[in-house]
């Protein structure tokens, strides 16, 4: 009966579809529901497979937008820059050392309130070459205003990539957005995925209007002219204000998100996991999450409470949130994926932030301890998480342990 | 799709028929804060009201931003938009594919729209080289970028770029006890460049600010005949080049003069050499000696008479020995004719 057949790209628009697809993957096909206009491309390890995806996109119909191959990040960051300004939805993105040599683009892009939204294939940077994980290339950007998640799952990534576009260009917020992706873990690995439906999209994702602001000839103003000592920090407050509202934007979008899709993440900014009545909690960012996932269900067979806490979005950096659940605990083992050389106490990034809103938002300021661990893609194994657990726990007990420490070094 | 190149319309901008005929609507006013005498300032108003209202300007970093953009005070009659010194190429691409793309995707009125970006010769010539070089090779988008030429970073207290002439002092190639002359590159040869380097390019072309009318015309050419192009434009810079103001429009007549500045369009690869410089090649009119342009500049004050004859004898090489006089730097194997 051939009346009962829907034909897929019908039922594309209408129906949830699922598919087993990699987390690059999972980004390009969000690009594809958001109806981005104008997506760069520029090849580096491991962030580019997003842009071969969104290359046959196009060839094959499926995807209506200008897609050029830059010569190099900073033109990509820089094309995309201004296509936004001129009213398109863009996409773009970067890996390690790719994301440094964009850098200028990059620090321009927050005070221009370009909501941009740029995928990160997290990847060390060089000296010495790594296609492997570290957070140190997206983390460069984190004081220049730009917004910064990180996601653990192909799913999570696809849904994340919608609310990145929601956010940021929201009229309040207006500034660009990197969603961070372990390069491999993430980037290269399948995962069974739920499509929403184009017309759910479209409802939960108005178009981009950029308003006022719009580059084109009926609206003839001068962005960005000369400031100098007379504006710029006025200019710079203004940024500032944006990161005084972010927390609230970013919650009432996963609240959207949620009510239209049905899919629920809890808080926005972080994931608990068996932290109910753990005594101690470990902590990080990205795919480390499955170890640390698996050790903890085996520590807890074996009586620890143990618990983790995933940070989902480091810009803003949701202090008070984070502090008041993380208060509660006897200990906090910090999993930093990059390193932070001559900061205080010599820990990575998280760690130092953590410490700071716990300084001043934690009513009670349990230890907070730094464990280097996973740099270049090195793996984060289940016997390292149960050393940094043990740690923690001595912590717990009240012995001093150093501040930082290197996880999973070779001897 | 039948053609390889998706062309887009551009605006038809039909050459002004002489100085009386050139709109009074400007584009460009008052509010820069350039220098008296400013002759990239000066192509900043011809380009603007050669293209029109319907059009948007991307200014990468230099003198026509800093002095020239101020907070509130800005000159610029049409949208206009900062870009990094290394951008003018990237800048222009973006805006001609946003247009592109809400047009094509209905959101946008379906028009031409007029994209310029412009760059100074530090921007152009050093660091936005590549982005410009990507740009030239992209046929489908229609856009403009403009290089000013004043032979300088003239913004950050006059230091010399890749198209600073021999032997110039700068800031960063003063003459000292030892050496006199601390900058020995030759000028880079810009518009050549862009089109034997980018042959799908329609138009490129070199305009001088001494010939404005001339100037308004080829900004219009470029606009018209689609897909990406390029034009450079030497500018006399009071300042950097240390001269009276009253003096920039005759020094860039004296460029022109003397064959160290040839004006041509390259358009749909034939050449046309036009002004004073058609005539050098065709041997009516004899060329100046370079030093009566030399010496009018106080950036070339330290040469001695060896100097200004080897200055002399590399702009005898190009009009005697190039392949193409003035233009393409490969010689003909003269002996062997």
Redesign the interface.
């Known amino acids: 009966m051939a009346t009962l057949t829907i034909p897929v790209e019908e039922k594309k628009k209408t129906h949830e579809q699922e598919a087993l697809i990699t987390g690059a993957e999972a980004i390009a096909i969000a690009c594809k529901l958001a109806?981005v206009?104008?997506v760069?491309a520029y090849p580096i390890r491991p962030y580019d497979t997003v842009m071969q995806y969104i290359s046959q996109l196009v060839a094959d119909g499926e995807m209506?937008?200008?897609y050029?191959v830059?010569?190099?990040e900073?033109?990509?960051f820089?094309?995309?820059?201004?296509?936004?300004?001129?009213?398109?939805r863009v996409f773009c993105g970067s890996s390690g050392v790719g994301w440094m040599y964009a850098m200028?683009?990059l620090t321009?892009t927050p005070a221009l309130r370009i909501p941009m939204v740029a995928m990160v294939g997290n990847r060390a940077l060089d000296d010495p070459g790594a296609f492997g994980v570290e957070h140190n290339d997206a983390l460069s950007v984190r004081d220049l205003g730009w917004m910064l998640t990180w996601v653990d799952s192909a799913q999570e990534a696809l849904d994340t990539a919608l609310i990145a576009y929601r956010v940021a260009e929201d009229r309040r917020m207006f500034v660009p957005l990197a969603i961070s992706c372990d390069g491999a873990f993430l980037t290269h690995s399948q995962a069974l995925v739920k499509i929403p439906a184009l017309e759910q999209v479209k409802k939960f994702l108005p178009?981009y209007n950029r308003g006022d602001l719009l580059?084109?000839?009926d609206?003839?103003?001068?962005?960005?002219?000369?400031?100098?000592e007379?504006?710029v920090m006025e200019v710079r407050r203004q940024n500032y204000a944006v990161t005084e509202i972010a927390c609230d934007v970013i919650r009432e979008v996963y609240t959207d998100f949620e009510k239209t899709f049905g899919r629920k993440y809890g808080n926005p900014f972080f994931e608990e996991y068996m932290t109910k009545d753990a005594d101690v909690v470990l902590l990080g960012m990205g795919t480390m999450s499955t170890p640390v996932k698996v050790a903890v269900r085996k520590m807890r067979e074996e009586g620890k409470k143990v618990g983790f806490v995933r940070l989902r979005w480091f810009r803003p950096f949701a202090g008070p949130e984070i502090a008041k659940c993380l208060e509660r605990f006897k200990a906090i083992g910090v999993i930093d994926r990059d390193f932070s050389f001559g900061s205080p106490d010599l820990s990575g990034v998280v760690a130092t932030e953590l410490r700071s809103a716990m300084y001043t938002s934690a009513a009670t300021r349990p230890p907070v301890l730094d464990f280097i661990c996973g740099l270049g893609g090195r793996e984060v194994t289940v016997p390292d998480v149960e050393k940094m657990t043990e740690i923690t726990f001595e912590a717990a007990k009240g012995k001093a342990q150093p501040l930082t420490q290197w996880i999973g070094l070779r001897e | 799709m039948s053609t390889f190149v998706d062309e887009k319309p551009t605006q038809n901008l039909e050459p002004f028929k002489g100085v009386k005929k050139v709109p009074h609507e400007e584009y460009y006013t008052s509010g820069h804060r350039t220098c008296q005498g400013c002759e990239s300032a000066q192509i900043m108003k011809l380009m603007a009201k050669a293209a029109g209202?319907?059009?948007?300007v991307?200014g990468s970093t230099g003198c026509m931003?800093?002095a020239n953009?101020?907070?509130y005070?800005?000159p610029?009659?049409?949208?206009?938009?900062?870009?990094?010194l290394?951008?003018s190429?990237?800048?222009?691409?973006?805006?001609a594919?946003?247009?592109?793309?809400?047009m094509?995707?209905g959101?946008?009125k379906d028009e031409p729209?007029n994209v310029i970006a412009f760059c100074g010769d530090g921007g152009g010539a050093d660091m936005g080289l590549?982005?410009i070089?990507?740009t030239m090779c992209?046929p489908d988008y229609n856009l403009l970028i403009l290089m000013y030429d004043n032979e300088s970073y003239a913004n950050t207290d006059i230091q010399i770029s890749g198209a600073s002439p021999y032997g110039v002092n700068t800031s960063f190639s003063t003459p000292g006890k030892v050496k006199r002359i601390m900058n020995h590159r030759w000028k880079k040869n810009m518009a050549p460049l862009m089109m034997v380097g980018h042959p799908t390019v329609k138009y490129v072309g070199t305009i001088s600010t001494s010939y404005p009318l001339q100037a308004m015309n080829n900004v219009r050419k470029a606009l018209s005949i689609g897909g990406p192009t390029f034009i450079h434009c030497l500018n006399p810079c009071p300042k950097g080049w240390d001269f009276d103001p009253v003096l920039s429009f005759e020094l860039g007549e004296l460029a022109v003069n003397t064959g160290i500045w040839p004006l041509y369009e390259i358009e749909n690869g034939k050449l046309s050499l036009y002004g004073k410089t058609k005539d050098i090649a065709n041997h009516k009119f004899k060329r100046l000696p370079v030093r009566d342009y030399l010496l009018k500049q106080g950036r070339f004050a330290h040469f001695i008479e060896e100097d200004i004859e080897f200055f002399q004898s590399k702009i005898d090489e190009m009009w005697d020995k190039w392949l193409v006089p003035g233009i393409i730097p490969l010689q003909r194997e003269i002996e062997a004719e």
């Open positions: 109806n206009d104008v760069t209506d937008c200008e050029i830059a010569e190099g900073h033109s990509q820089e094309i995309v820059k201004h296509a936004s300004a001129c009213g398109a200028e683009c321009v178009p580059l084109h000839p609206n003839v103003i001068s962005v960005a002219p000369q400031a100098n007379d504006w | 209202p319907r059009t948007i991307l931003y800093v953009t101020s907070y005070a800005t610029w009659g049409v949208p206009w938009m900062h870009t990094q290394g951008s190429g990237s800048s222009a691409l973006g805006a594919a946003a247009f592109r793309v809400q094509r995707k959101v946008m729209i590549g982005a070089s990507a992209h």
